[in-house]
């Protein structure tokens, strides 16, 4: 089991995947996108609100509302995995940042 650590930049306003945010920070494109726990924080240093939903994800529309400092965490799990594939992210603000913790099994 690891821990992985990232702070993801949301440069805009539109609606990201959260598996694209990561493969654009790190380089790895082809890195799982299961994970046994995704937990995702607005930075501290926000502004602005983060949205976390399905693709449809808006400030209307959404699983979570995290204001600076709020963190959202699915897991941990021992099956049924997270997939960061289905996670998607919106700023309310451009230049919001998230920090990401993922789990492995």
Same mark, same amino acid.
């Given at each position: 089991? $690891?821990?992985? =650590?990232?702070?993801?930049?949301?440069?805009?306003?539109?609606? +990201?995947?959260?598996?694209?945010?990561?493969?654009?920070? %790190?380089?790895?494109?082809?890195? &799982? /996108?299961?994970?046994?726990?995704? @937990?995702?924080?607005?930075?501290? =240093?926000?502004?602005? /609100?983060?949205?976390?939903?399905?693709? /449809?994800?808006?400030?209307?529309?959404?699983?979570? /509302?995290?204001? $600076? =400092?709020? %963190?959202?965490?699915?897991?941990? +799990?021992?099956?049924?995995?997270? @997939?960061?594939?289905?996670? +998607?992210?919106? $700023?309310?603000?451009?230049?919001?940042?998230?920090?990401? $913790?993922?789990? &492995?099994?």
């Amino acid at each position: 089991m $690891a821990l992985y =650590g990232l702070t993801l930049s949301l440069a805009d306003t539109s609606v +990201h995947k959260l598996s694209d945010l990561i493969a654009a920070a %790190t380089g790895y494109a082809n890195v &799982t /996108n299961r994970f046994a726990q995704v @937990s995702v924080q607005a930075d501290p =240093g926000n502004a602005g /609100n983060v949205y976390l939903g399905d693709p /449809n994800v808006a400030s209307t529309n959404m699983g979570a /509302n995290l204001t $600076a =400092g709020l %963190t959202y965490s699915s897991g941990p +799990h021992e099956s049924n995995l997270v @997939s960061t594939l289905d996670i +998607h992210v919106r $700023a309310s603000a451009a230049t919001q940042k998230i920090n990401v $913790a993922l789990r &492995t099994v």
